[in-house]
């Protein structure tokens, strides 16, 4: 289920084509000497850009958050793949960093890993097609149960448990 579809151009023969929703979210690189894993993210800002005429710019070297504009639902014998476009990597602008997979059970807004990889600021407008999803047909399988699940906003990642514990094992021997 991948709704909702604004035109019919957005479903090809094996994907489906995603659009850019109007929430954005950015780290604050002067707050904070560095992110630590082990730590919550708090060097961050939201924006919220009205769909219609209002614009986000991405600048060289930066990295930012994004949501699909649609809402996605995997059923539990489907596995699918995010795709950013080529008309965006063309001018610097990658979707997704690590992010590709999305497991069977999984629903909510994906969230794309913008990257400006150019040397030109690009302006990204809410509802352009950003994106691809691929979907593939498994056994059925264990359903997503982790802290994205059902996502309806940018949610920030959780300390990393191993880093902490680290971190504070480094603390206990100094």
């Given at each position: ?9 957005q ?59 649609e809402?996605?639902?995997i ?22 960093a690590?992010?590709?997979h ?21 302006k ?51």
């Amino acid at each position: 289920l991948v709704e909702p579809i604004l035109e019919e151009d957005q479903i090809g023969s094996t994907h489906i084509d995603l659009r850019l929703d109007t929430r954005f979210m950015k780290f604050k690189t002067f707050e904070e000497p560095c992110i630590d894993l082990a730590e919550e993210l708090k060097n961050v800002e939201f924006y919220e850009k009205e769909f219609f005429g209002d614009t986000f710019v991405i600048h060289p070297r930066e990295f930012v958050l994004g949501l699909t504009f649609e809402f996605i639902s995997i059923p539990n014998n489907i596995i699918a793949r995010l795709d950013g476009r080529s008309s965006l990597g063309r001018r610097g602008v990658v979707v997704h960093a690590t992010a590709g997979h999305i497991d069977p059970g999984w629903r909510g807004h994906l969230v794309f890993e913008l990257a400006n990889l150019g040397e030109m600021p690009v302006k990204l407008y809410p509802l352009i097609k950003i994106a691809r999803i691929t979907f593939y047909r498994v056994k059925k399988a264990l359903p997503y149960t982790s802290q994205y699940f059902a996502q309806t906003k940018i949610l920030l990642p959780k300390p990393d448990k191993l880093a902490k514990k680290l971190k504070q094992y480094g603390n206990e021997l100094s």
